[in-house]
Nanobody
Framework: QVQLVESGGGLVQAGDSLRLSCAGSGRTFGWDAMGWFRQAPGKEREFVAAINWNGGSTQYADSVKGRFTISRDNAKNTVYLQMNSLKPEDTAVYYC?????????????WGQGTQVTVSS
């Protein structure tokens, strides 16, 4: 059974940093592109960042470019989201996902999410 488990969320102040982790189990994700999404209360889930299977290509939403960095460690079956200079508008539940393709595509599997709250 494929599972994605996020961790690392929490309550921080504006300007702080957090690193989210997403550990995969049930299969090796080394051949899969991975992504991060977020959903704020009352809003639709939105794309945040994605990384291809070997980390050679990344994509970011304009709202997080220059502040967030996605990376992966295939030996640990884990993808990370380093979030710097956090803003209150970054408050959301953050989900990781995999498209099960080498390069990013429509997500097929999702984690359960981790809450990130940024206070002003």
């Amino acid at each position: 059974q494929v599972q994605l488990v996020e961790s690392g969320g929490g309550l921080v102040q504006a300007g702080d940093s957090l690193r989210l982790s997403c550990a995969g189990s049930g299969r090796t994700f080394g051949w899969d592109a991975m992504g991060w999404f977020r959903q704020a209360p009352g809003k639709e889930r939105e794309f945040v960042a994605a990384i291809n299977w070997n980390g050679g290509s990344t994509q970011y939403a304009d709202s997080v470019k220059g502040r967030f960095t996605i990376s992966r460690d295939n030996a640990k079956n884990t993808v990370y989201l380093q979030m710097n200079s956090l803003k209150p508008e970054d408050t959301a539940v953050y989900y990781c996902a995999t498209s099960r393709t080498l390069d990013w595509g429509p997500p097929r599997y999702w984690g359960q999410g981790t809450q990130v709250t940024v206070s002003s």
